[in-house]
Structures are given as C-alpha cells and as structure tokens.
C-alpha cells in the first residue's frame, strides 16, 4: 500500500486495515477509498457518539398551515392557475430520492406491488403519474432520480431495461449522493466480504450536496426550472405534480412549502410540523412533551397535528443557498456484516456499527417560514417502509386500491 495511505490510517488509528491478507486490485481499491475519505470528519462524528446529548433552548409554537380541503371553489381555482402557469411554462421538476438502504423494508432495489392495476413497480407508478401530468398540462416534466453508490447502476439499468415505463428518457436524469464509513464502537472502520471500506449513503440530507456535485444544480438553471418537487420513493401516493400547492407557496411568497396530513391520535408515532425558537422544524414524536401532543386549539384540532410525509417544494435559489449547508448528522446503531481480523466475513445478530445520517429537514430551520399545506391522507400517504405490519407493501397496496378502484 502506498505510503500516504498507511501514514493516514496511522494517523486516525486505522491501522487495522493493514493486517488484511489482500490481493493487488483489493489493496487498490482500499487505496482510492482511504484517499476519498474525510477521516478528520469521521473522528469528530465518533466522538459525537459519547457525547450527552446537551438540552437546548426549546421554544415549541404551532405553525401555521392551510387545509387544501377548506380552500373553496374560487380559491382553489386561482391558486391552481398560478400553480398550473409555472408548469405549462416548464418551470417546474420533480426529484425522487432512491438512494436509502430500505433496510427496515429489506429491500434495496426495484420493488413491485400487487396493486389493482397489475403487478406495479414503484418506479412504474411514479411514472404513470409523471404521464398523467404531462396529458393534462401538455409538458414532459423533468424527473431526476437520486440514487446511491449502491443502487445506481442497478436503478438505471432497471428502468432502462423497462425502457423508462414509457417516459421520455431525454427527461430523466441520475445523479448519486454521497457517503459514509460506517464505524464500529471502537471508532474502526470496517471491511465488507470484498475486503472494500464499508460505507453507507449519508441520508436523504445528502440531496442538497449531491445536486451540486453531481452538475443537477447547474442543469435545473440552464433549463430554467424554478420549482422542484422532492419526495422519497417510499411514498406511493406521492402527489408531486400539485398546482395547487404551488400557486399557495408563491402567493405567500416563500421559497419552501411541504404537505402535511392531519395527525391521526396524539399518540401516533411520527414527526410533526412546529416552529422551534421561532423557524419550521419537523419534530419527532419522542421528542414533543405529551401535554403538547394533546394541545387542541380553538377549533378542537391538534395543536400539534400537521404530520411530515416526506413532500416537500422547493424554490431553486433555496437549493443554490443549501449546496454547501453542513447539516446535523445523526447517528443510528445498526447491524452490518465484516471482514474479522482473520479475513472471515460475520453477520453479526445484533446492532454493531454507527451510520450517520443527514436529514433533509434539517435545513429548514434556516428559513423563517413555510408553507404548509394539508391534504386528505387517504389521497396521498401511502409509506412503504416496513416489511410487514404498518407502514408495509401490504398497507400501502390497500391505500392504492382504494384511490384507484
Ligand atoms: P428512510 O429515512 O426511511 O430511509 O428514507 P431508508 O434508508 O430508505 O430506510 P431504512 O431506514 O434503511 O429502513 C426516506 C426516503 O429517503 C430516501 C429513501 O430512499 C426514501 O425515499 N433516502 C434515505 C435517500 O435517498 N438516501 C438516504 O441516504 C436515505
């Protein structure tokens, strides 16, 4: 191994990796990994592992939303004409974020459901709503899927095998998010059955980085896109094409907007919308004290009940401002398989490594306001993300069925 490597895992006492027995193509790779990675960053995420989570200042407010099914006729229809203006124009495009691990789900790749309309791939029906848009507003709406180092050949190769579901392929583009060493609890990196640094995608907050590394940044403004709708892949009823969110995002003049859906019980397991210490901000439900959880206000609703489904639309500038915004990292314990130090590959039964991860709504708090609109759950929350029991293909289908039917 060249000396600049080895001098850098000595330096972040890493140097365990030099007692693997390896060959020259594996000692290679290792080599360009160890270049690429930022283990001043690494350290300082290990040593956040230990540390006492310190308590901050909280102040916890309501914010505001709108209910999509209060607005009346009128309003509706100027709304959607503002909305529908920008997206005739071709202003307007849409992202899914495809690079997660879907571990809870078991399943990394292509996913395919049994639905009411035959057998569906997700991508598939995200196309179908893609084709559905560009019939009624007369424009191929740009699609940009990010993936991740994991995923992103298959991902292309899958779609391009299935010839993009019909869609244009001119208008779908790739791009990849970064990543990041998993670590043990030692603070070691580890090595995966191909004796490469095992690392993982760095969360769905790696999308504000990886647009602008990846030239996506650059490519929305040269075709002059204004607006960009992002949402996981992981929600099959995700209404991406909305005029009608977006006439009320520019009439109230903000830069971002997301849906929301109404809490189902103060009880529900999920991140809410609030204002903390005066910004937007999804907190999580372990986090909001339960005499907030069961706060009602004036017209008997939840106080605290607009609920995050992972919709969200963005201004272009905010996506500029972002590209090198350093979010929050949070550590999760995880399980993954390793190379022991005699080179025999373990799958470990229990958690054994930190990934860290940046969340896409992190950056929010950066803006002082929001648009937040409400939306019927039933016409457009359908979460894939657990392999049985809530929130499962199973549960999703029957959402699909039922809008479908
Ligand atoms: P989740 O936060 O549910 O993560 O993703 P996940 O990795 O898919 O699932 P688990 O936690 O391993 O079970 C929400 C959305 O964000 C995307 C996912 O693909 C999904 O659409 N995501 C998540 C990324 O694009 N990149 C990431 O690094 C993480």
Redesign the pocket.
Known sequence: MKEEAISKLKKYNQEHILKYDLNNKQQEELEKQIENIDFEQLKSLYESTKEEKCIEEKKIEHIPYTDKTKLTKEEQLSLFEIGEQVIKQGHYAVIT?????????GHNGPYALDTINGKKYIFEIIIDRLKKAEKQYNVTIPWYV?T?KENHQDTILFLEKNNYFGYNKDKIKFFK?GELPLIDTQGKIILDENAKIKEA????G?IYEALSKSGMLQELKQNQIEWIFIS???NILSNFVDPILLGLTIKENNVIASKSVAKANPQEKVGVFCKMNGKPKIIEYIDLPEEMAEELDENGELMYGEVNI?TYLYNRSVLENLANAKLPYHAAFKKSGYLNANGKFIEPDEPNVFKF?TFIFDAFTRYDDMTIMRVKREDEFAPV?NRTGNDSPETAVKLYNEKYK
């Open positions: 974020m495809a690079g997660g691990q879907g571990t809870r789900l990010m991740s998010q995608a760095d969360g769905n790696g996981g892949i992981d992972g991860e993300k």
